[in-house]
């Protein structure tokens, strides 16, 4: 009987991070790490470890490589944005072990303003109307974003005359449309393997809990143009909003895996376990997508 191999999942209290352990944990050995010592992670994995915020950079830094180090970890894959910045902008050792995106992507992704600039020449037709100044935007009802935040924190609907510049934030053009995400994951040298994208029917604090998957080509013509322009190694997502003319426009890009990668996984493709296999040298085997509506319904685990 073969050892198991060891994975790291950080974040196991966030639903990216529980997704990945719960896809992970048959065939593999994890290791969980999260800031709060009740993370529902933790509940699913081999052993886990309480471990400083990313904001506390170098104590950060050191405790995940003493993990490495002392869990004999094979891989890692971290999903959280914070960790996932520090992780990328600094020397950590055993980098090799961390499926984390290039140093460039992760920064422009991780900043919704600086994505909108880097794209809008490049595929100005999925970039919709935005700018720093409620006043320089055209529609009536505008969108209020922090220009970094995750999840869908401190997001606000509203008519234009009711905002001004502030600080931090920037406006969009507001999308009545469907919401699409797209999960994907690309392999070592950047390019797309696999990408799936689902209309988020119903959500829970900006999470997927009913949706359809649908391979719409649109969809994935885009995807594959951003991923020409922006080099992902690693899973990903990508969300997009339809304005009242059914044209795609896009939301978000997030240098990690989804809340929803379970239904995804639901429709037949289980991406952390397939992004393991591509870092391993293994190419997918031939994977059927399964088309149609999916519902996310919770389960207990007894823990201690």
């Not at 996932?84 to 050792?93: G, H, P, Q, T, Y």
């Not at 009711?162 to 392999?187: H, Q, S």
């Not at 322009?229 to 009242?244: A, P, R, S, V, Y």
């Not at 939301?251 to 991406?271: H, K, M, P």
Request: proline share 4%.
């Amino acid at each position: 009987n073969k050892m198991r191999e060891r994975i790291l999942v950080t974040g196991a209290g966030g639903p990216a991070g529980i997704n990945v352990i719960k896809l992970l944990r048959d065939k593999y050995y994890i290791v969980s790490t999260d800031i709060n010592e009740y993370s529902e992670g933790f509940a699913l994995s081999n052993k886990y470890y309480v471990i400083p915020p990313a904001s506390e950079k170098e104590e950060f830094i050191k405790s995940l490589e003493t993990i490495i180090e002392e869990e004999n970890i094979d891989l890692a894959i971290p999903t959280v944005d914070e960790e996932i910045e520090v992780l990328a902008n600094n020397n950590i050792r055993h980098r090799e072990k961390l499926i984390l995106h290039p140093r460039e992507t992760v920064n422009i992704c991780l900043n919704k303003l600086k994505t909108y600039e880097y794209l809008k020449d490049k595929i100005p037709e999925i970039i919709p109307a935005y700018s720093q100044d409620p006043s320089n935007i055209k529609s009536e009802k505008i969108v209020k974003k922090p220009i970094k935040s995750r999840g869908s924190r401190n997001i606000y609907i509203g008519n234009k005359d009711e905002f001004e510049k502030e600080e931090g934030y920037f406006f969009v053009e507001y999308l009545p449309g469907n919401e699409w995400t797209v999960d994907a994951i690309a392999d070592k040298d950047g390019k797309l393997v696999l990408a799936i994208p689902r209309i988020r029917l119903k959500t829970k604090s900006g999470v997927s809990m009913i949706g359809k998957i649908e391979m719409n080509k649109n969809i994935l013509k885009y995807v594959e143009t951003i991923t020409e322009h922006l080099k992902f190694t690693g899973g990903f997502n990508i969300q997009f909003k339809e304005d009242q003319n059914k044209n795609i426009k896009l939301q978000e890009i997030n240098v990690r895996f989804s809340g929803g990668l379970d239904i995804t996984a639901a429709s037949g493709a289980n991406l952390p376990e397939i992004l393991i296999d591509l870092w391993k040298g293994k190419k997918p085997n031939n994977i059927i997508i399964k088309e149609g509506i999916y519902v996310k319904i919770t389960q207990v685990y007894r823990w201690k």
